[in-house]
């Protein structure tokens, strides 16, 4: 498979709590877009941190949602529920890709139906992102610092205007309807259908776990860089909005190394309040995941 090199390895030279944060990629459609579309389509916590821009225009988006969501009260306040995803590929009747997301006390559990074997949890309440493999009974771990430092790192590091440009990083969101929007980038082009949920606080919840899922993907590159959905997410969020339905044409041509990627995916999300026998019988068995996997760091887990 290609190599996915599409931020060089300078932004990824920041140490992780256990080992350096590796540039791990082995490219397939469904996996490789599953962790940044699947958390809603195309994951906050009190981080404060400077972006290094002294090289960098003025109008370069900030990549900051995560240090602009609120404060730990609003966790608080958010009502358990379940998202799900559903990913298509276009004309397809039956879903590529299913994927949910159980939101619960301030943790985020991300669970592939499709392909069950590794699970992610997004813990705001100890700002750490957990990686689980049911295979090799492993886990490791990575701190929300460290990916809100890697993120201001990786913007700080492309300077090149064409460069931004064909990373999504300075991709403008474009209101083209009632709560619908589009976003385009070289090779990339977005459309959403945003829905706002029964508590505001349920769209702040998706936009920290969208946020967190992009940030992780700049750590473990994959798939379509992750800025320009980023920035969507951020314009969702402003609306307190959820996405809905999404069509995500792909016609990446392997410009500067990258592999080629071509797709046409439809992208449908819906929730449900509360959380059912289902989602409460997978929380109990990753927080006993948690206990029991062995530690490793990111040179030794799974990909």
Known sequence: MPKLNWMGPAMLSLSARNAQLPMLDRP???????????VNCFPVLLIAFSLMLSCVSATAQEFRLANRLGDKTAKAKTPDFTLTTKIYFAGERKPNTVHKNIFAEGVIYSVSESDPRFLTVFDL???????LDQQTKTRCSVSMDELTRLTARANASVTDPMRRERLGMNARVRLIGPQQYEMTYPGVRYEVEGVAPP????????????DWACRLNIARPRGLPPFGRMRLNDELWKQSLIGVKTKLSIDRNGADGEPVMKANLNIESDWSEG???DAERQIDQVRGY????????????AD
């Open 199 to 210: 508590s505001p606080a349920m769209a702040i919840a998706n936009a920290q776990l969208v």
């Open 28 to 38: 397939r459609l469904p996996r490789a877009l599953n962790l940044a579309i699947s």
């Open 125 to 131: 309440n100890q700002s750490m992102i957990v990686l």
């Open 275 to 277: 959380l059912d026998d």
């Open 290 to 301: 948690r206990v029991v996997y062995k530690q490793v760091n990111w040179s030794e887990f």
